[in-house]
């Protein structure tokens, strides 16, 4: 499989901007004491705002590449895994954050598993997809298949069903940007 993203990785950052991500900060109810897990995470472009917000900032990809480029901001500890297979003991982090990288995932099923199995109890889990429903994100994934990204896009039902079935009730935000934010508290 090609790495796509260990190709953009040294210019990720430049093309998506690096503005303070208010919306996850306010959805991840930062500040915390506690460790933040930014679940493929790659450069950790948003996860590195919030460095003074959280005890610790783990990101952690598969992509070597992006996690090189992670490390250099400092203060992050980069860490290479599949989301699957999450290399932390259970209940490790008091929050979890996903975007734009659920679709990525080779089995999403078992990533919100090992997900839920790091939360600690009364953890707070933040996902942000594209809205599969909408027209310019079919266009997206539709780029994503003939670039052979593997991606495989849900929509925000199928996202929550999952996380349901491992007991915990989330709830879903809309935003005017073709995102859904999923919130799911342990």
């Not at 590195?48 to 952690?60: D, E, I, N, P, Q």
């Not at 090189?68 to 929050?95: M, Y």
Request: charged letters at 25%; aromatic letters at 10%.
């Amino acid at each position: 499989m090609k790495d796509h993203f260990g190709l953009i990785a040294p210019f990720y950052d430049y093309f998506l901007g690096r503005k303070f991500p208010h919306h996850p900060a306010r959805l991840l109810k930062l500040p915390s004491k506690g460790f933040l897990l930014d679940a493929g995470g790659g450069t950790g472009r948003v996860s590195v705002h919030f460095k003074t917000l959280a005890g610790k900032v783990v990101v952690s990809d598969l992509s070597f590449p992006m996690l090189f480029q992670a490390r250099r901001k400092g203060s992050i500890i980069p860490v290479q895994s599949h989301t699957e297979q999450l290399p932390f003991g259970n209940e490790s982090f008091d929050r979890i954050l996903v975007v734009d990288a659920l679709h990525h995932f080779c089995d999403q099923r078992q990533a919100i598993r090992e997900l839920i199995r790091v939360l600690k109890p009364r953890g707070r889990m933040v996902i942000e997809e594209p809205d599969i429903n909408l027209f310019p994100v079919k266009i997206v994934a539709l780029l994503e298949n003939l670039l052979k990204m593997q991606s495989r896009f849900l929509s925000s039902s199928e996202i929550c069903r999952m996380i349901s079935q491992n007991g915990i009730n989330p709830r879903t935000e809309k935003t005017k940007n073709f995102r859904t934010w999923i919130v799911a508290d342990k």
